[in-house]
Every structure is written in C-alpha cells, then in structure tokens.
C-alpha cells in the first residue's frame, strides 16, 4: 500500500487515539507513541515502542495540552512518563509539528533547538468547532444534575464569545428562557440580535436571584462573593471557563451553591468528533505549509 504521509501521534486523550484512526482510514501511515490505553481505538495504526522512526514522520501530532506536569508530555492513556526534552531531540526543523495549548516555557523548549510548533489550539476553526460539543456537554450536564426540564428553566450565560453564543442557542432551542451577560456593549448588541435578554456583568449581583442554571464562559472570577450570595441555594452553576474559571470556589463552598467545573467537555463528551476537529485543523496546517 502506497501511503499518503506519515504521521506520528504522541501522547493525548482519547482524542489524539480517535485522531489516529481518522487519519489511518484517510490513507496515511500513522504511528503512536505514549496512547497504549487507547490502542483500541485506533486498530489500522502501529503503536510505537520507541521514536528511533520519529525522524521519518512528515507531521508530528502533540497533544492537548502538550505539556502536563513535571515538563512531561501529557500522555493520561500511558503508564509512564515521557520527558517532553527526550522528544524534542528527535525532532527537526523540516517537520510539520503541531501542539494544543503551547504555554510560555513549552514554547521556549521548541524554540531553543530551532524547533516551529504550530499550536493548532489557537486557530479559530478549531476554537469555533470545539465550541459546538462544549455546548452540548454543558447541555448533558444541565440534563444530568437538574431535577427539572430545561424547558421553561430560566438560565443565564455569563459572557458572549463562540462558546457563549452557542450555549445560549443550545439551551434556548430546548425551549429554556435565556438571559446572556457581557461587560461590552457590543456583546450585549450580539446576544440581543440573536433574541437573548441581556445585563452587564456589573448587575449580576442585583439580578442573579432569578436563574434555576448559570453557565459561565468567562476564564476570569466573574461570580464572585457577592455575586454567589445572590444565586439561589437550589441553582446549578456550570463553569466551562479554562484556568483559572470564572467561579471564587471557595466563596461556593462556603455558600453552599453547587458548582461544576467542567473542563475540555470536546474530549469527555464528544472524542470522535473533536479528533475529526484536530485532524481538518491539521490539514489546515499542512496546506498553509505547502507540505
């Protein structure tokens, strides 16, 4: 079999294992390393046992993120720890290299053996497809934790960006009454274009008495103490905010309000779909490099 381009898939979620299949069934010679406990997803790959080959690959897909902890490539479906410094020397310039989520010190990793990382996180065809299962899985958890439906449920949405908007869509097609929150007016123009209530964040305090659901969006401490005193007791609070969330934890605790933190929902609720994600994304990537 001739094959298209290989690949190589280190480390990641059951994303990055679904990832390796999708581009297996395209054509391409795909290898794993570091995804042992997701071998089962990805039957048409070969699981590498060691990056001697890495060299040969024409596209070399990190995780996201691509660091975890310790300077080790996030790898949750492998029992050992990969140095992502034990990687990189394997590595060379003329390689297409994609990463989720480069962080300053990861950057400089790459950058100090003249290495280019395309961080395909921060594309926005990506952010904007990974918006769609975030809004289903705050949709499932909604489900999930309330006594009650989602139609009729008065809900608020702090903030309006990709993940905001479609949220909002999502729980008012299910026939819930939707307020959205922004702090600019032009925010606020683009939830009341698309039929929502709006209120500045500055009211939520005054305002925040009302809701059976609050989702937050926002990756900053938007509910606050006095904002939390506000929110009824039986409220569910669903924050899909990256680091740090947009939810003073401990004031929760203290108040009694009930809190979920729902973090990288694409890889929890929907794996294939956001692998199909990565996989155009990176497509994207190739393309725009002429590989």
């Known amino acids: 079999m001739k094959y298209k381009r290989t690949f190589w898939v280190l480390g990641g979620d059951m994303r990055q294992a679904h990832l390796a299949q999708l581009l297996a069934a395209d054509g391409h010679r795909v290898f794993t390393y570091a995804l042992e406990h997701g071998a089962h997803a990805a039957p048409d790959t070969m699981a590498a046992r060691s990056l001697h080959a890495l060299p040969e690959a024409c596209c070399v897909i990190l995780p996201l993120p691509?660091?975890?902890?310790?300077?080790?490539?996030?790898?949750?479906?492998?029992?050992?720890?990969?140095?992502?410094?034990?990687?990189?020397?394997?590595?060379?310039?003329?390689?297409?290299?994609?990463?989720?989520?480069?962080?300053?010190?990861?950057?400089?990793?790459?950058?100090?053996?003249?290495?280019?990382?395309?961080?395909?996180?921060?594309?926005?065809?990506?952010?904007?497809?990974?918006?769609?299962?975030?809004?289903?899985?705050?949709?499932?958890?909604?489900?999930?934790?309330?006594?009650?439906?989602?139609?009729?449920?008065?809900?608020?949405?702090?903030?309006?960006?990709?993940?905001?908007?479609?949220?909002?869509?999502?729980?008012?097609?299910?026939?819930?009454?939707?307020?959205?929150?922004?702090?600019?007016?032009?925010?606020?123009?683009?939830?009341?274009?698309?039929?929502?209530?709006?209120?500045?964040?500055?009211?939520?305090?005054?305002?925040?008495?009302?809701?059976?659901?609050?989702?937050?969006?926002?990756?900053?401490?938007?509910?606050?103490?006095?904002?939390?005193?506000?929110?009824r007791e039986d409220s569910l609070i669903i924050d899909l905010a990256s680091k740090p969330g947009g939810v003073d934890m401990d004031a929760a605790a203290q108040l009694g309000r009930r809190v979920i933190w729902a973090l990288s929902l694409p890889g929890k609720v929907a794996p294939v779909t956001a692998g199909s994600y990565i996989r155009d994304t990176v497509y994207n990537i190739l393309r725009e490099s002429g590989k």
Request: some cysteine; proline content about 4%.
């Open 66 to 231: 691509v660091c975890g902890e310790g300077g080790a490539l996030s790898a949750p479906l492998s029992d050992e720890a990969h140095p992502l410094c034990d990687i990189l020397v394997h590595l060379s310039p003329e390689q297409v290299i994609c990463g989720g989520r480069l962080d300053a010190g990861t950057q400089d990793l790459f950058a100090r053996r003249r290495l280019t990382v395309h961080d395909y996180f921060a594309r926005e065809e990506l952010v904007v497809a990974n918006a769609i299962p975030t809004a289903e899985g705050a949709v499932q958890i909604a489900m999930e934790e309330l006594p009650v439906t989602i139609h009729g449920l008065q809900v608020l949405v702090i903030g309006c960006g990709r993940v905001g908007k479609l949220t909002a869509h999502r729980f008012s097609a299910l026939g819930a009454h939707v307020s959205v929150a922004a702090r600019r007016y032009e925010q606020l123009a683009w939830a009341s274009a698309l039929g929502f209530s709006t209120l500045l964040t500055q009211q939520l305090k005054d305002d925040s008495g009302r809701y059976g659901l609050i989702v937050n969006t926002v990756p900053a401490t938007i509910l606050d103490r006095d904002a939390l005193a506000g929110i």
